[in-house]
């Protein structure tokens, strides 16, 4: 399995020391903050998320995967409900949204397959799928994909 780093961010704005060094938004609540001069309207924000959502399941389907499990749930709030499992499009993108929107975390789980999500709109992602496929996922939705080993694997 090889572990990746999808991100919005370019990796051409980090540092020698990996650092992003571009101020950006990094969080749902950062709708309407000023950053580069540019404010973060809620289109930007949800074009986004939904770039990372059809990620996911873009990768979720050429691996073929029918259930994911949700492992180390995290919940925020106490309105939400996060199942132990998902085996659909529509519990996955749920999940998925609320998990980029702070709700809660979790780590998503399949057989040689995870997702991750970490602060700073950070996603990590392993598979077996061949690095090429999973880079041309990522940039056909506008993220960067980089070689990346996830912080969150125990």
Sequence with gaps: MTEYRITKY???????????????????????SVFNGTKLTEEIYLKTEE???NCCL???????ISILSLENVEC???DIDI???????????QVIRAC????????????DFFIHFGWDY??????TLPSKMVEQVAE????????FDSPYNE
């Design 122 to 127: 950070y996603m990590y992602v392993g598979s």
């Design 140 to 147: 056909k939705l506008g993220l960067y994909c980089e070689i």
């Design 51 to 53: 770039a990372y959502i």
């Design 10 to 32: 370019n990796p051409i704005n980090r540092d020698n020391d990996g650092i992003y060094t571009v101020e950006e938004w990094t969080c749902f609540s950062d709708i309407g």
């Design 83 to 93: 199942p132990t499992k998902v085996s659909n499009v529509e519990e996955i993108r």
């Design 100 to 111: 980029l929107r702070e709700q809660c975390w979790f780590k998503l789980v399949g057989k």
């Design 76 to 78: 925020y709030r106490e």
């Design 58 to 64: 873009e990768l979720i389907d050429k691996e073929q």
